[in-house]
């Protein structure tokens, strides 16, 4: 606890002393005003007292952020993040993701019961009307997947922002339907993101209700942050915070969300790593501070550097997943995720829900039956059987007792044998295709013609 209150003292110190860069003039200008903030040439300094103020705000509207309701038991699922690839099922070939592929794994994932972030990210649509087109997809082919979509930061990002708004309104949704990840290590603010919610506030004040603003800040330990501890979490956290307090600065309206992780950066590969020892070390420091300093517990995930479903790739999912539903993880991001979130797996998705089952039943514990006397009478009742335990009333009631794995089978070798030597990958292509094909939504046809009529009103709008 003390090592953590001085992670939070130096960050508080980090940013009065060094603040954060934001290369907007008019904010710049606008959050001058406010007591406890300088403005020294690009550079926003933060008086500790001011930052302090914001915390109750920020454990407030982080109940909705942190995906991880108190007291839930069953563990989630959210898909993983607009996949640029996709593992193609019939060929075993990585290539790049389409349309098709985004609408089969909406509806794999909308199987699941999973929410919030679209899956793949289509690469046959032109690149300006690509989020909505894949937010149509999802719209129509799921429940609750579409919300926190990213912005295309270019010259029709507030029509753009405005266009997701409108559709996810019609079909009913509830926000936040776009996400601004704001912090960009070391110590600076994204300043197109931030100048969507400074437009919006003067313009269009309605639409700032369904944008979520903040950090979602990830700083590469030894590239964009310090390698050693505790100046990389210091770092982390003091961005975290500048990009929750800045957007509430410019709206106090404005939804904001705050949190930060950490992804290595390899010196051999010069690339981001996740599923790595250190990575989960990280991301346990990071929930220890943020359980500390905003009063939640962050989600897990099964984000890997794993290319394909194999070996590495469950290990690397298995030791991230335990390691975070150990220290109180319920909901689980990045689903069917490779390569970070590079491709997208249709039966990856099938292999997490069997890690996540494994886990939870883990998780569970066994039942400590106080009756007292019940264990001498179950023995004794069992060896005057010729079954002895088998057909005894309390293992007939096993199934409350073992988990039943749907790929991890328990066979024997003569039981595979004789079952055609089924592998887990070709059980888990079966079970997704099985799932998609079963698979059924329907938008009500009013909702479908309205979706319809402003899909081609923001088609004509943004190119």
Request: with cysteine; hydrophobic share 40%.
């Amino acid at each position: 606890k003390e090592e953590i209150n001085q992670i939070y003292e130096e960050a508080l110190q980090v940013l009065e002393t060094v603040g954060v860069e934001l290369n907007h003039q008019e904010i710049l200008k606008l959050v001058s005003r406010y007591k406890g903030i300088s403005v020294r040439g690009k550079r926003i300094h933060y008086k500790p007292w001011l930052v302090e103020e914001f915390i109750p705000k920020i454990r407030k509207e982080n109940l909705e952020y942190q995906q991880n309701k108190p007291g839930q038991e069953n563990f989630t699922m959210i898909p993983s993040f607009l996949c640029l690839n996709v593992l193609d099922m019939d060929t075993g070939q990585i290539r790049k993701a389409n349309s098709e592929d985004l609408k089969q794994a909406v509806k794999l994932c909308d199987c699941y019961d999973m929410e919030t972030v679209i899956p793949v990210h289509p690469q046959d649509t032109p690149a300006k009307i690509c989020q909505i087109t894949a937010l149509k997809i999802a719209l129509e082919n799921s429940r609750n997947i579409g919300g926190w979509m990213p912005v295309t930061m270019d010259e029709t990002k507030e029509k753009e922002t405005e266009y997701i708004y409108r559709m996810n309104k019609i079909v009913g949704r509830k926000p936040p339907y776009v996400a601004l990840e704001i912090p960009i290590s070391p110590l600076k603010l994204d300043a197109p993101a931030l100048d969507i919610v400074f437009r919006l506030s003067k313009k269009k004040k309605d639409f700032i209700s369904g944008i979520a603003v903040g950090g979602g800040a990830i700083p590469m330990p030894g590239a964009t942050a310090p390698i050693f501890l505790p100046a990389l979490l210091v770092q982390g956290l003091a961005e975290a915070l500048a990009a929750t307090i800045t957007p509430k600065l410019i709206n106090e309206e404005v939804p904001i969300y705050c949190s930060f992780g950490y992804f290595p950066f390899d010196m051999k590969y010069t690339s981001p790593v996740a599923g790595s020892p250190e990575t989960i070390l990280f991301h346990l420091m990071s929930r220890q501070v943020t359980k500390v300093v905003f009063g939640y517990t962050k989600g897990g995930n099964l984000t890997v550097k794993g290319k394909l479903p194999n070996i590495q790739t469950g290990a690397e999912k298995m030791a991230n997943v335990l390691v975070d539903a150990l220290d109180g993880a319920r909901v689980f991001a990045s689903v069917g995720a490779l390569s970070l979130d590079e491709i997208f797996s249709f039966e990856q998705v099938v292999i997490d829900k069997e890690i996540l089952d494994y886990v939870g039943r883990l998780i569970k514990g066994m039942e400590f039956k106080e009756e007292k006397g019940l264990s001498i009478k179950t023995i004794k009742e069992a060896i005057s059987s010729s079954n002895a335990y088998l057909d005894h009333p309390s293992t007939l009631d096993h199934r409350k007792v073992f988990w039943m794995p749907e790929l991890f089978r328990h066979s024997s070798l003569a039981q595979w044998e004789s079952e055609g030597l089924p592998t887990i990958i070709k059980e888990a292509k079966r079970t997704a295709r099985k799932l998609i094909a079963n698979h059924h939504f329907e938008l009500e046809k009013s909702k479908q013609r309205e979706l319809d009529e402003m899909y081609r009103y923001a088609c004509e709008g943004l190119q």
